[in-house]
Protein backbone atom coordinates (compact mmCIF):
# COMPACT_ATOMS: atom_id res chain seq x y z
CA UNK A 1 0.00 0.00 0.00
CA UNK A 2 1.33 3.25 -0.76
CA UNK A 3 1.46 5.80 1.86
CA UNK A 4 -2.06 7.15 2.54
CA UNK A 5 -3.37 10.18 0.84
CA UNK A 6 -0.16 10.70 -1.35
CA UNK A 7 -1.43 12.69 -4.21
CA UNK A 8 -4.98 11.44 -3.97
CA UNK A 9 -7.42 14.59 -3.97
CA UNK A 10 -4.53 16.71 -5.37
CA UNK A 11 -3.65 14.77 -7.71
CA UNK A 12 -6.41 15.24 -10.36
CA UNK A 13 -6.39 18.51 -9.92
CA UNK A 14 -8.75 20.63 -7.50
CA UNK A 15 -6.80 23.41 -7.14
CA UNK A 16 -9.30 25.05 -4.57
CA UNK A 17 -10.89 22.05 -2.57
CA UNK A 18 -6.86 21.29 -1.81
CA UNK A 19 -6.80 23.84 0.98
CA UNK A 20 -10.32 24.04 1.92
CA UNK A 21 -10.06 20.02 2.48
CA UNK A 22 -6.68 20.87 4.67
CA UNK A 23 -8.27 23.57 6.59
CA UNK A 24 -11.73 21.93 7.44
CA UNK A 25 -9.37 18.50 8.30
CA UNK A 26 -7.31 20.39 10.86
CA UNK A 27 -10.21 22.31 12.30
CA UNK A 28 -11.95 18.83 12.61
CA UNK A 29 -9.01 17.18 14.47
CA UNK A 30 -8.46 20.26 16.53
CA UNK A 31 -11.73 20.32 18.06
CA UNK A 32 -11.61 16.10 18.32
CA UNK A 33 -8.24 14.25 19.08
CA UNK A 34 -9.85 10.51 18.49
CA UNK A 35 -9.82 12.01 14.42
CA UNK A 36 -6.04 12.07 14.34
CA UNK A 37 -4.93 10.44 11.13
CA UNK A 38 -8.67 8.73 11.26
CA UNK A 39 -9.65 10.31 7.77
CA UNK A 40 -6.63 9.09 5.98
CA UNK A 41 -6.35 6.07 7.64
CA UNK A 42 -10.41 5.18 6.38
CA UNK A 43 -9.52 6.50 2.65
CA UNK A 44 -6.76 4.49 2.11
CA UNK A 45 -8.60 1.27 3.75
CA UNK A 46 -11.71 1.98 1.56
CA UNK A 47 -9.45 2.81 -1.25
CA UNK A 48 -8.12 -0.96 -1.23
CA UNK A 49 -11.48 -2.30 -1.10
CA UNK A 50 -12.70 0.19 -4.18
CA UNK A 51 -9.43 -0.84 -6.35
CA UNK A 52 -10.76 -4.57 -6.00
CA UNK A 53 -14.27 -3.76 -7.23
CA UNK A 54 -12.56 -2.14 -10.26
CA UNK A 55 -13.32 1.37 -9.85
CA UNK A 56 -11.87 3.74 -11.96
CA UNK A 57 -9.72 6.82 -11.93
CA UNK A 58 -12.86 9.37 -11.55
CA UNK A 59 -14.28 7.47 -8.93
CA UNK A 60 -11.33 6.63 -7.20
CA UNK A 61 -11.05 10.88 -6.64
CA UNK A 62 -14.86 10.76 -5.25
CA UNK A 63 -13.59 8.46 -2.94
CA UNK A 64 -10.64 10.32 -1.46
CA UNK A 65 -12.69 13.40 -0.93
CA UNK A 66 -15.50 11.57 0.33
CA UNK A 67 -12.94 9.97 2.91
CA UNK A 68 -11.40 13.24 3.80
CA UNK A 69 -14.37 14.75 4.46
CA UNK A 70 -17.11 11.89 5.69
CA UNK A 71 -16.89 13.15 9.70
CA UNK A 72 -16.63 17.06 8.44
CA UNK A 73 -20.29 17.13 10.14
CA UNK A 74 -18.26 17.09 13.77
CA UNK A 75 -18.12 20.79 12.89
CA UNK A 76 -21.59 21.12 13.80
CA UNK A 77 -21.44 18.73 16.89
CA UNK A 78 -20.41 20.49 20.53
CA UNK A 79 -16.77 20.04 21.38
CA UNK A 80 -18.26 18.89 24.84
CA UNK A 81 -19.30 15.52 23.12
CA UNK A 82 -16.81 15.37 20.71
CA UNK A 83 -14.05 15.51 23.87
CA UNK A 84 -16.20 13.74 26.53
CA UNK A 85 -13.86 10.90 27.96
CA UNK A 86 -16.40 8.18 28.58
CA UNK A 87 -19.08 7.09 27.30
CA UNK A 88 -22.42 9.01 25.45
CA UNK A 89 -25.51 9.43 27.06
CA UNK A 90 -28.52 8.83 24.96
CA UNK A 91 -29.31 12.52 24.03
CA UNK A 92 -25.34 13.39 23.76
CA UNK A 93 -25.62 9.93 20.95
CA UNK A 94 -28.15 11.88 19.53
CA UNK A 95 -26.50 15.06 19.03
CA UNK A 96 -23.28 12.95 17.85
CA UNK A 97 -25.19 11.62 15.18
CA UNK A 98 -26.36 14.45 13.62
CA UNK A 99 -23.15 14.62 12.12
CA UNK A 100 -23.88 13.15 8.55
CA UNK A 101 -26.71 14.88 7.76
CA UNK A 102 -24.79 18.18 9.26
CA UNK A 103 -22.26 17.21 6.86
CA UNK A 104 -24.07 16.81 3.80
CA UNK A 105 -25.65 20.60 4.46
CA UNK A 106 -22.28 21.61 4.77
CA UNK A 107 -20.99 20.22 1.35
CA UNK A 108 -23.94 20.71 -0.45
CA UNK A 109 -23.93 23.70 -2.02
CA UNK A 110 -20.43 23.78 -2.70
CA UNK A 111 -20.50 22.25 -6.39
CA UNK A 112 -16.97 20.88 -6.34
CA UNK A 113 -17.09 18.71 -3.21
CA UNK A 114 -20.82 17.02 -4.43
CA UNK A 115 -18.69 13.71 -5.04
CA UNK A 116 -18.22 13.83 -1.48
CA UNK A 117 -21.73 13.80 -0.68
CA UNK A 118 -23.02 9.91 -0.28
CA UNK A 119 -19.79 8.72 1.99
CA UNK A 120 -20.52 11.89 4.74
CA UNK A 121 -24.37 11.46 4.36
CA UNK A 122 -24.40 7.98 4.17
CA UNK A 123 -21.35 6.38 6.19
CA UNK A 124 -23.61 5.22 9.27
CA UNK A 125 -26.28 3.75 7.73
CA UNK A 126 -26.09 -0.35 8.50
CA UNK A 127 -27.04 -2.86 5.97
CA UNK A 128 -29.49 -4.52 8.34
CA UNK A 129 -31.50 -1.15 8.11
CA UNK A 130 -30.49 -0.56 11.65
CA UNK A 131 -28.44 2.66 11.01
CA UNK A 132 -28.66 6.42 10.52
CA UNK A 133 -29.62 9.11 9.43
CA UNK A 134 -32.06 7.37 6.74
CA UNK A 135 -32.26 3.60 8.30
CA UNK A 136 -31.91 2.90 4.91
CA UNK A 137 -31.29 -0.91 4.23
CA UNK A 138 -28.90 -3.46 1.76
CA UNK A 139 -28.24 -2.27 -1.18
CA UNK A 140 -30.37 0.59 -1.00
CA UNK A 141 -27.31 2.51 0.73
CA UNK A 142 -25.56 4.02 -2.00
CA UNK A 143 -22.18 1.72 -2.18
CA UNK A 144 -19.94 4.57 -1.61
CA UNK A 145 -21.53 4.89 2.18
CA UNK A 146 -21.20 0.58 2.29
CA UNK A 147 -17.56 0.98 1.61
CA UNK A 148 -16.77 3.88 3.84
CA UNK A 149 -18.67 1.92 6.79
CA UNK A 150 -16.36 -1.14 6.70
CA UNK A 151 -13.27 0.61 6.65
CA UNK A 152 -14.72 3.66 9.37
CA UNK A 153 -15.48 0.83 11.43
CA UNK A 154 -11.97 -0.77 11.21
CA UNK A 155 -10.18 1.93 12.03
CA UNK A 156 -12.55 2.58 14.80
CA UNK A 157 -11.51 -0.93 15.86
CA UNK A 158 -8.36 -0.70 15.93
CA UNK A 159 -8.01 2.80 17.61
CA UNK A 160 -7.79 3.45 21.24
CA UNK A 161 -10.49 5.13 22.87
CA UNK A 162 -10.19 6.98 26.72
CA UNK A 163 -12.93 3.83 27.68
CA UNK A 164 -11.45 0.91 25.68
CA UNK A 165 -8.01 -0.19 24.69
CA UNK A 166 -7.77 -0.90 20.56
CA UNK A 167 -8.83 -4.09 19.37
CA UNK A 168 -6.26 -6.30 17.57
CA UNK A 169 -6.24 -6.07 13.68
CA UNK A 170 -7.10 -10.03 13.70
CA UNK A 171 -9.87 -9.33 16.28
CA UNK A 172 -10.90 -6.36 14.19
CA UNK A 173 -11.15 -8.39 11.45
CA UNK A 174 -13.12 -11.20 13.07
CA UNK A 175 -15.77 -8.51 14.03
CA UNK A 176 -15.90 -7.61 10.56
CA UNK A 177 -16.75 -10.75 9.16
CA UNK A 178 -19.09 -11.85 12.20
CA UNK A 179 -21.19 -8.25 11.50
CA UNK A 180 -20.95 -9.01 7.52
CA UNK A 181 -24.40 -9.53 6.78
CA UNK A 182 -25.77 -7.28 10.05
CA UNK A 183 -24.05 -4.30 10.01
CA UNK A 184 -22.03 -4.62 6.98
CA UNK A 185 -22.56 -5.07 3.19
CA UNK A 186 -20.97 -8.64 3.25
CA UNK A 187 -19.59 -8.50 0.01
CA UNK A 188 -17.75 -5.44 0.80
CA UNK A 189 -16.56 -7.35 4.54
CA UNK A 190 -15.46 -10.03 2.89
CA UNK A 191 -13.17 -7.75 0.42
CA UNK A 192 -11.57 -5.86 3.02
CA UNK A 193 -11.14 -8.91 4.65
CA UNK A 194 -9.12 -10.59 1.74
CA UNK A 195 -7.50 -7.52 1.01
CA UNK A 196 -6.01 -7.27 4.65
CA UNK A 197 -4.90 -10.57 4.38
CA UNK A 198 -3.46 -10.59 0.82
CA UNK A 199 -0.86 -8.03 2.72
CA UNK A 200 -2.60 -4.42 1.02
CA UNK A 201 -3.28 -2.68 4.06
CA UNK A 202 -0.63 -1.86 7.01
CA UNK A 203 -1.95 -0.08 10.09
CA UNK A 204 0.99 2.32 10.51
CA UNK A 205 1.36 6.09 12.62
CA UNK A 206 -1.11 8.48 11.78
CA UNK A 207 -0.12 11.15 9.59
CA UNK A 208 -1.80 14.29 10.58
CA UNK A 209 -4.71 14.21 8.22
CA UNK A 210 -3.56 18.32 7.11
CA UNK A 211 -0.45 17.26 6.12
CA UNK A 212 -1.89 14.03 4.05
CA UNK A 213 -4.72 16.13 2.05
FE1 LIG B 1 -18.84 9.51 11.12
Known sequence: MRERGEGTVARRGNRLSVPLIANLTTA???????????CGRVTAFAEAIAVRLGWRARRLDGLRLGGALHDVGKLAVAESVLRKPGRLSAAELAHMQTHPAAGARLLGTIEELQPALPYVLFHHERWDGGGYPHGLAGEAIPVEGRLLAVADAFDAMTSARPYRPPLSVHAALVELG???????DPLVARIFVAAWQAGELVVSEPLPVAAAF
Not at 28 to 38: A, K, Q, S, Y
Not at 178 to 184: I, T
Open 28 to 38: LETRDPHLRGH
Open 178 to 184: RCAGSQF
